[in-house]
C-alpha cells in the first residue's frame, strides 16, 4: 500500500442527498486513503435535511458539508470521479475530469419519496445501505496498483450491487 491519498468527486445534478452520504461514507470508511468530495452539476444549494437526518443516525458526521458546483474543484486533481445520480451519468464532465478514473453508481433519490415519515427514513436507509456496501467493495480494491481501465471497469461493476 502506498502513502498516496485518492482525491473522489462525487457527482450528482443537485448534490443534496447521495452525493453527500457518499462522500461522508467514503471519508469516514476510507480512513485516509480516500478523501472524498460531493459535487453538482446543477446544485441546489442546501443539504437534504433527510441525508443529515441518516447520516446522523449512522453517527457520521453532519457538519460541513455544503451543495455546491462542480467547478469549484477545479484546483483539486481527482483521481476519480463517481456519479451517483441518473441524470449526472450522461452529463458531459468539465474537462479538467478528463484523466480522472470515471464509473457510475446510480441509485434512486430518497429526498423523492412520498409517503409517511416511515417510508420516507425507510427510502434513506435503503440508498445508505446500498451506498455503504458499494464503497466498501471499492476499498477493497488494490488502487494502488490497479491499470486504470481495470479500475474503471471494477468500478463500474461496484455500481450494480444493491
Given at each position: 500500500?502506498?502513502?498516496?491519498?485518492?482525491?473522489?468527486?462525487?457527482?450528482?445534478?443537485?448534490?443534496?442527498?447521495?452525493?453527500v452520504m457518499t462522500e461522508a461514507l467514503m471519508n469516514h470508511l476510507g480512513k485516509g486513503r480516500i478523501k472524498a468530495y460531493s459535487a453538482g452539476s446543477h446544485p441546489i444549494g442546501k443539504i437534504n435535511e433527510g441525508a443529515l437526518a441518516t447520516l446522523k443516525r449512522h453517527d457520521l458526521p453532519t457538519e460541513g458539508y455544503k451543495s455546491q458546483s462542480w467547478e469549484d474543484f477545479d484546483e483539486i486533481p481527482m483521481d476519480i470521479v463517481i456519479t451517483v445520480c441518473d441524470n449526472a451519468a450522461g452529463e458531459t464532465c468539465p474537462v479538467y475530469l478528463t484523466d480522472a478514473v470515471r464509473a457510475h453508481w446510480g441509485v434512486s433519490d430518497p429526498g423523492h419519496v412520498e409517503g409517511t415519515e416511515e417510508q420516507k427514513i425507510a427510502a434513506f436507509e435503503e440508498t445508505f445501505g446500498i451506498l455503504e456496501k458499494r464503497v466498501k467493495k471499492m476499498l477493497e480494491l488494490d488502487?494502488?496498483?490497479?491499470?486504470?481501465?481495470e479500475l474503471?471497469?471494477?468500478?463500474?461493476?461496484?455500481?450494480?450491487?444493491k
Open positions: 500500500m502506498s502513502d498516496k491519498i485518492y482525491n473522489v468527486l462525487v457527482v450528482c445534478t443537485g448534490n443534496s442527498c447521495r452525493s488502487l494502488e496498483h490497479m491499470p486504470k481501465q474503471t471497469d471494477k468500478l463500474n461493476e461496484i455500481g450494480k450491487i
